[in-house]
C-alpha cells in the first residue's frame, strides 16, 4: 500500500467519528408556567420502542429531573408532569464513491478545445471508473416528552438523533446519557 494511501486511511479513520455524531433538538410551549411544576411520574409509551434502552433512559432521565428539583411519585398519586420516551431505529444507506485509472477522461478537455495542448495529455492512460457502493447503517431517534399532567399537553419536548447505533450495548449506553444530558441542559427553559 503506498504511503499516499495509508495517509487517506488515516484522515478518514479520524474524520469518522465525526461524521457519525449526535444532533440534539430541545422545544417547549412558551406559555408553561416551568417553575409551578413539582412532581412527575412515567408514563409508558404506545410503541417504547426497543424495551432494552428503557433501562438507560429512565434512570439517565430521573437523575436529571431530580437535579432540578422534581420528585418522583409513583404510579396512583397525581403528578404534575408525565414522561414519556420513545426509542426509534431507521435503516439508512450510506453510499461511497470512488474513482480509479488515471487521465481527464471524456470530459470537455478531450479532443479539441479545452485547454491549450491539453487534448493529448491523457493519451495513453487507462479511462477513469467510478464505482459506488452501499452499505445499510442504523439510526436512532430518542425522544422525550414531558406532559402536564392535568391539561394533557406537552410542553417539552427534546429529541437526540445518532448518525450511527452501534452494536455495543455499553456504546449505546453512553450514547443514551450523552443525549439525554444535552436534552436537559435546556430544561426548565429559561
Not at 467519528?17 to 404506545?46: E, L
Not at 450510506?94 to 491539453?118: A, L
Not at 493519451?123 to 414531558?146: F, H, K, N, S
Amino acid at each position: 500500500m503506498s504511503r499516499l494511501r495509508i495517509a487517506f486511511l488515516i484522515c478518514g479513520l479520524m474524520i469518522c467519528p465525526r461524521m457519525f455524531g449526535q444532533s440534539v433538538k430541545v422545544n417547549w410551549n412558551a406559555h408553561a408556567q416551568f417553575s409551578g411544576y413539582k412532581t412527575y411520574s412515567w408514563k409508558a409509551a404506545k410503541n417504547p420502542g426497543n424495551p432494552l434502552f428503557g433501562q438507560w433512559v429512565q434512570p439517565d432521565v430521573d437523575d436529571q429531573l431530580r437535579a432540578r428539583g422534581l420528585q418522583f411519585l409513583y404510579p396512583g398519586q397525581t403528578p404534575d408532569l408525565l414522561v414519556i420516551y420513545s426509542v426509534q431505529a431507521q435503516e439508512k444507506m450510506h453510499s461511497t464513491t470512488t474513482m480509479e485509472g488515471y487521465g481527464w477522461g471524456d470530459g470537455p478537455w478531450m479532443g479539441s478545445g479545452g485547454w491549450g495542448g491539453m487534448e493529448n495529455a491523457a493519451e495513453g492512460l487507462p479511462p477513469v471508473a467510478t464505482y459506488t457502493t452501499e452499505q445499510p447503517r442504523m439510526i436512532g431517534i430518542l425522544t422525550i416528552d414531558i406532559v402536564d399532567g392535568k391539561k394533557k399537553q406537552i410542553i417539552w419536548r427534546g429529541q437526540a438523533t445518532v448518525d450511527h447505533m452501534s452494536q455495543s450495548d455499553s456504546r449505546d449506553q453512553k450514547e443514551v446519557l450523552n443525549a439525554v444530558q444535552k436534552m436537559f441542559k435546556k430544561y426548565p427553559p429559561s
